[in-house]
């Protein structure tokens, strides 16, 4: 999944070169990352990416809408995730210009609650830029104060239209919670914290991985269930403002899917 990380930039005729120059396995490798593998356990997609999500277009001279309906929102994570797993990643937003608008505020237009995991960087993954995402991280997306109050923040500060609770694929921190339940052993330290909010969530009606995968999906729409309920949160929904939805990224496509 190598690319160019520079603003704007897009396949060279080089880099053409190089992959007709590479090895069988190598480009079996490439093409194995722009075709993807079956989504394990999916469900509905995310979204609809318009049409024109696969064409790159320079962020210097394409004008940005900025979405502002939690339906405009949730399409253009849809559209910069089909961007990402198709290789065609555009790094938007990411400017001098942009960077010099943003030191006079900022206007996300999603916040993700997503996973610690190193593999799953929301602003990459749906291919976004600086001052587009407000990105809120724990371990299994576990909610505490801190991450209750952040989240309350950029709902009623900010008025995002969008939160996202995104679980992914081999999730470390469920897995652990699930061990440590069948095992019945202690987590060292502030580990078992996060298992313990995690093990409500656990599907017991599974066994070995599928109970993990399973678990996944669960924890997600446990906190989705959550963060929905509360109070302020809710009467945004109510009035049509705000959506509170589950989703997971399969690190085998690198595709992100709605859950429950």
């Given at each position: 999944m190598n690319s160019d990380r520079s603003v704007g930039a897009?396949?060279?005729a080089a880099a053409h070169q190089r992959f007709a120059l590479?090895?069988?396995?190598?480009?079996?490798?490439?093409?194995?990352?722009?075709?993807?593998?079956?989504?394990?356990?999916?469900?509905?997609?995310?979204?609809?990416?318009?049409?024109?999500?696969t064409t790159p277009t320079s962020p210097?001279?394409?004008?940005?809408?900025?979405?502002?309906?939690?339906?405009?929102?949730l399409r253009e994570l849809a559209?910069?995730?089909l961007r990402w797993r198709t290789f065609r990643q555009r790094h938007p937003d990411e400017s001098?210009?942009?960077?010099?608008?943003?030191?006079?505020?900022q206007q996300p237009f999603a916040l993700v609650l997503g996973c610690i995991d190193s593999r799953v960087p929301p602003e990459l993954v749906f291919d976004q830029g600086l001052g587009d995402l407000m990105t809120v991280r724990s371990a299994g997306e576990v909610l505490d104060e801190a991450v209750l109050g952040s989240v309350a923040?950029?709902?009623?500060?900010?008025?995002?239209?969008l939160v996202m609770v995104l679980g992914h694929q081999s999730c470390g921190a469920v897995k652990a919670a699930v061990e440590s339940d069948l095992s019945g052993e202690r987590l060292p330290a502030?580990?078992?914290?996060?298992?313990?909010?995690?093990?409500?969530?656990?599907?017991?009606?599974?066994?070995?991985?599928?109970?993990?995968d399973s678990t996944i999906d669960a924890n997600v729409r446990a906190i989705r269930a959550h963060l929905a309920a509360e109070p302020d949160l809710a009467a945004k929904v109510t009035s049509g403002q705000l959506a509170i939805v589950g989703a997971r990224y399969e690190l085998t496509t690198q595709r992100v899917h709605r859950v429950g």
């Open positions: 897009q396949p060279t590479a090895s069988p396995a190598r480009r079996a490798l490439l093409r194995f990352g722009l075709t993807g593998a079956a989504a394990l356990g999916a469900t509905a997609a995310l979204g609809t990416a318009p049409a024109s999500a210097t001279t394409a004008s940005r809408h900025r979405p502002g309906t939690p339906e405009e929102a559209a910069g995730n001098p210009a942009v960077r010099q608008s943003l030191t006079s505020g923040y950029g709902v009623l500060e900010l008025n995002i239209p502030h580990i078992q914290y996060i298992a313990d909010r995690i093990a409500p969530n656990i599907d017991r009606t599974q066994e070995g991985d599928a109970r993990i």
